[in-house]
């Protein structure tokens, strides 16, 4: 197993041991934690903010490196930066289970369902109150909640959960109506502790974006709230913002396929269908709806033509990763920093493999705001084998078959090395439910079949 990573790294976000404003290839990251570098297994999530990334295993402990301008890493260093993953010691015995990176803050969920968050409090983005802590804090602190958290999410300013029971909490900024409360029907400014937001449907997923919130539903609705200036909501241009949840009633563009989960960036939205399938809507001047062209925006979901079938998807500030059927990878959007890893400065319009995922099988894909990581296996059979194999069980109807430990289903293949059985995000289990949002969610597919890891994150870096 190997863990690649590339884009911006100005702060060591990608852990490779240096800093240096940009890294535009695919570069494995050789100086991780003697107990993660002997076994790359145990990687669960990896998620970033600004300018620092987060790391979860499969145990529990949690790993940070980058900035730490507010204490957003979790722990004290000599400078504003940590080069390397190190880990949290606050948290090492607490079984981490879910992770969020908001700008420069860090939030965290144990296998109690008990919520910490650190960073940066100058918004009240940690859902604590500035009388514990008044500017920021470099140790996790627990929030106070009286209920168990299963879904997590953080934005550039403001945070979010759902609780076991559907409903979802909201603290942090909101004058551009991303909290989706009101006073007098304009929107909360701040909130500084969670609170209870109107939704009517039980939620199993929250997703923050910069300005704006998506709720997903037991139900399959959707609500969303925020603004709306670049049709992040899908909703109409002329409807700016949003103050209070809004069902998103058109859902045709799904055909006939059923979804499965939507991921947000700073002002884009994905959504990934059980038959495989992406469909993109929001701000595209940088490529990030996967349209070959630059348009400025588009509140209409539009399928994006892969080539292949998504299995997994991560989605960075303003580009996106996906993790196909074939064990290659395909990136688009934002590259300024080489966040795409393609060598090129210009932004990427279309999918486009990476030339790496084609030598060595991906099994996990991850964002941070400018940055991605890749997990391989380089035991397993190359991208172009595994499309054979996939053809192959097409052929015979749909029926699996298993080489070197690959599953193929009629559908799309599972990711080899997973051994985990796929869990929708509401199964509570045993606290260390296979999800982790702006995180690490265990992809699952049709009859929770096995799935695949990703990592993702919700913020990023370029200009508004």
């Not at 369902?113 to 602190?141: A, D, M």
């Not at 058109?250 to 055909?255: A, D, F, Q």
């Not at 599972?414 to 199964?427: C, F, I, L, N, R």
Request: net charge neutral; charged share 20%.
């Amino acid at each position: 197993m190997k863990l690649y990573a590339w884009g911006a790294n100005s702060h060591g976000q990608l852990g490779l041991g240096l800093c240096n404003d940009e890294c535009r290839v695919p570069t494995e990251v050789k100086v991780l934690p003697p107990e993660i570098q002997e076994n790359l297994t145990s990687v669960r999530a990896i998620v970033g903010g600004g300018g620092h990334t987060l790391l979860l295993t499969h145990d529990g402990v949690l790993y940070s490196a980058g900035w730490n301008s507010k204490g957003q890493l979790g722990y004290v260093t000599n400078k504003l930066e940590q080069k390397e993953f190190r880990c949290v010691e606050k948290l090492k015995d607490m079984r981490v289970t879910r992770i969020a990176c908001g700008w420069d803050h860090s939030i965290a969920v144990t296998g109690a369902g008990k919520l910490f968050s650190w960073g940066s409090n100058s918004f009240h983005q940690l859902g604590i109150p500035k009388t514990r802590v008044p500017s920021h804090t470099v140790e996790p602190s627990e929030v106070e909640l009286a209920c168990v958290v299963v879904s997590v999410s953080a934005g550039l300013r403001h945070s979010a959960i759902v609780d076991d029971t559907g409903k979802v909490y909201v603290w942090g900024s909101g004058r551009q109506g991303q909290l989706g409360l009101t006073s007098d029907g304009e929107p909360l400014a701040e909130i500084e502790k969670p609170c209870i937001i109107p939704c009517k449907e039980e939620a199993v997923k929250v997703c923050c974006g910069q300005y704006h919130t998506v709720v997903q539903c037991r139900n399959g609705q959707v609500f969303v709230f925020g603004q709306n200036k670049k049709g992040q909501l899908s909703l109409p241009l002329h409807c700016t913002q949003v103050n209070s949840p809004c069902p998103v009633s058109e859902t045709s563009w799904l055909g006939k396929g059923k979804l499965m989960e939507i991921f947000v960036g700073w002002t884009h939205c994905v959504a990934h269908t059980e038959s495989g399938h992406l469909f993109t809507w929001g701000r595209g001047d940088y490529g990030q709806l996967g349209r070959g062209i630059n348009s400025e925006c588009d509140p209409k979901p539009v399928q994006v033509k892969l080539p292949g079938l998504a299995v997994a998807v991560a989605v960075g500030a303003e580009h996106c990763v996906s993790l196909l059927d074939t064990g290659a990878v395909a990136v688009w959007g934002w590259n300024e920093h080489g966040t795409c890893g393609l060598r090129e400065s210009s932004n990427i319009l279309s999918p486009t493999i990476i030339p790496q995922s084609l030598k060595e099988a991906a099994v996990s894909i991850g964002c941070g705001s400018g940055t991605t990581f890749m997990l391989v296996n380089e035991t397993l059979p190359r991208p172009k084998e595994r499309s054979l194999l996939s053809k192959v069980a097409n052929v015979l109807g749909g029926v699996g078959m298993g080489v070197s430990g690959l599953t193929v289903d009629s559908k799309y293949s599972s990711v080899p090395g997973s051994t985990e059985a796929a869990q929708p995000a509401w199964d509570h289990g045993d606290g260390l439910v296979p999800e982790s949002d702006g995180d690490m969610l265990l992809q699952r597919q049709s009859g929770r079949k096995k799935g695949a890891k990703i990592f993702s994150s919700k913020d990023g870096m370029p200009k508004v």
